[in-house]
């Protein structure tokens, strides 16, 4: 199988809440997704999707998706999508780096590989464990009262996991944690995300002042060093997220016993080829795991089903739904929420058709033999 054309389509996601907030006074209310499209020679077309949450969260951003792609795209052109090994190595030879770039690539490689073998990717990654994958669902950060009233809006939807966006002022941080932790009930978890909002001893207020509380603490600070500090004066549970990118520093946390929980997003890693390393090692050092990505829409939701669904159950923390957040569908199949939980497909690939009219115009376009490629659009 031989890869004939490549295209990348750009799709807003507006947010079913209006915005996403969460800490430094960062909101986003469209996200703006790239999906893209790998045609072959057998007939078969694969989809990927990334989507950047802001320009100022990793070091990742859509437009930086798509410049990527126009560097990359050409010389993938009569590369076999099936050999994955070769086609990363190549990636990274003519692209330094931008993991994120790479990761809707990837991603579409796994759906034609599930699809030319009649096989879903979460058989490809390792086979179904239960029935279903736990959900958790972010509460975007605002005033205590209201972070505390999404509760029972969000566990009447089936969710029993909430993520509590912290990271700003530690007083209120502090109100913040105390007024949602007074609404769980039995059987709820909830983990108080700072996405590196606290410098250290801000960190150490908030954990101090909520010693008496079931919560998780996660990515309280910006370096990892500085999480570590945090880590080692605190008996709460302990998750990271922005300091974990790399096999090498997995090994080092866990090396350190730095947490307990670790979160996998796919597109920070390069794709569901990178993304499957790290959920092995984590099995094997015995971490769980949160499987989701930065953020998207249905297809970046179905692969983080796959993922998820694959990983055995022990080691699931939680998964995200993306699709669930935003209002526009970009692909039929994709996995919907049912009381809190959602199903990797049973369909050959990642079991989703894209909506061609929902992705619009492509806004790269590369393919064999053609005179000139096609770039347009944001």
Same mark, same amino acid.
């Given at each position: 199988?031989?890869?004939?054309?490549?295209?990348?389509?750009?799709?807003?996601?507006?947010?079913?809440?209006?915005?996403?907030?969460?800490?430094?006074?960062?909101? +986003?209310?469209?996200?703006?997704?790239?999906?893209?499209? !790998?045609?072959?020679?057998?007939?078969?077309?694969?989809?990927?999707?990334?989507?950047?949450?802001?320009?100022?969260?990793?070091?990742?951003?859509? *437009?930086?998706?798509?410049?990527?792609?126009?560097?990359?795209?050409?010389?993938?052109?009569?590369?076999? =999508?099936?050999?994955?090994?070769?086609?990363?190595?190549?990636?990274?030879?003519?692209?330094?780096?931008?993991?994120?770039?790479?990761?809707?690539?990837?991603?579409?490689?796994?759906?034609?590989?599930? @699809?030319? &073998?009649?096989? =879903?990717?979460?058989?490809? $990654?390792?086979?179904?464990?239960?029935?279903?994958?736990?959900?958790?669902?972010? !509460? &975007?950060?605002?005033?205590?009262?209201?972070?505390?009233?999404?509760?029972?809006?969000?566990?009447?939807?089936?969710?029993?996991?909430?993520?509590?966006?912290?990271?700003?002022?530690?007083?209120?941080?502090?109100?913040?944690?105390?007024?949602?932790?007074?609404? $769980? %009930?039995?059987?709820?978890?909830?983990?108080?995300?700072?996405?590196?909002?606290?410098?250290?001893? @801000?960190?150490?207020?908030? +954990?101090?002042? +909520?010693?008496?509380?079931?919560?998780?603490?996660?990515?309280?600070?910006?370096?990892?060093?500085?999480?570590?500090?945090? %880590?080692?004066?605190?008996?709460?549970?302990?998750?990271?997220?922005?300091?974990?990118?790399?096999? =090498?520093?997995?090994?080092?946390?866990?090396?350190? @016993?730095?947490?307990?929980?670790?979160?996998?997003? !796919?597109?920070?890693?390069?794709?569901?080829?990178?993304?499957?390393?790290?959920?092995?090692?984590?099995?094997?050092?015995? !971490?769980?795991?949160?499987?989701?990505? &930065?953020?998207?829409?249905?297809?970046?939701?179905?692969?983080?089903?796959?993922?998820?669904?694959?990983?055995?159950?022990?080691?699931?923390?939680?998964?995200?739904?993306?699709?669930?957040?935003?209002?526009?569908?970009?692909?039929?199949?994709?996995?919907?929420?049912?009381?809190?939980?959602?199903?990797?497909?049973?369909?050959?690939?990642? *079991?989703?058709?894209?909506?061609?009219?929902?992705?619009?115009?492509?806004?790269?376009?590369?393919?064999?033999?053609?005179?000139?490629?096609?770039?347009?659009? %944001?």
């Amino acid at each position: 199988m031989k890869i004939t054309r490549l295209l990348a389509y750009q799709v807003d996601l507006p947010l079913r809440e209006g915005s996403y907030n969460w800490s430094g006074g960062k909101s +986003v209310s469209v996200f703006d997704s790239t999906v893209v499209r !790998i045609e072959t020679d057998a007939g078969l077309a694969g989809h990927g999707e990334v989507c950047p949450l802001g320009p100022s969260y990793l070091p990742s951003y859509a *437009g930086g998706v798509r410049a990527g792609l126009a560097e990359l795209f050409p010389h993938l052109l009569g590369e076999d =999508p099936l050999a994955m090994g070769p086609l990363n190595r190549l990636m990274e030879q003519r692209l330094k780096g931008h993991p994120y770039v790479k990761s809707a690539i990837d991603i579409a490689c796994w759906d034609l590989l599930g @699809q030319a &073998s009649g096989l =879903p990717v979460a058989t490809l $990654l390792g086979g179904r464990d239960g029935d279903s994958v736990e959900l958790y669902r972010a !509460i &975007s950060q605002d005033e205590p009262k209201r972070m505390a009233e999404k509760v029972a809006l969000y566990r009447a939807e089936g969710y029993r996991k909430f993520q509590l966006k912290v990271g700003g002022e530690p007083d209120t941080d502090i109100a913040r944690i105390k007024a949602v932790a007074a609404e $769980l %009930r039995t059987g709820d978890v909830l983990v108080a995300d700072a996405n590196t909002g606290w410098l250290p001893h @801000q960190a150490a207020r908030v +954990v101090r002042a +909520v010693d008496a509380l079931d919560v998780y603490i996660e990515q309280p600070c910006l370096s990892y060093e500085e999480c570590l500090s945090i %880590r080692r004066r605190t008996g709460h549970p302990f998750v990271l997220d922005e300091s974990v990118d790399s096999i =090498p520093m997995l090994l080092r946390a866990h090396a350190d @016993q730095a947490m307990d929980v670790v979160n996998i997003k !796919i597109s920070k890693l390069g794709g569901l080829t990178p993304a499957r390393q790290v959920r092995d090692l984590c099995v094997a050092m015995g !971490i769980a795991m949160t499987i989701e990505d &930065s953020w998207g829409g249905d297809i970046t939701t179905a692969a983080i089903a796959h993922l998820a669904h694959s990983t055995p159950e022990r080691f699931r923390f939680s998964a995200t739904d993306f699709n669930s957040y935003v209002t526009v569908p970009i692909a039929d199949g994709a996995p919907a929420r049912v009381r809190g939980r959602m199903a990797a497909s049973e369909r050959p690939g990642l *079991g989703v058709t894209p909506i061609m009219g929902a992705l619009g115009a492509p806004v790269l376009s590369f393919a064999s033999g053609a005179p000139a490629p096609t770039r347009s659009g %944001r």
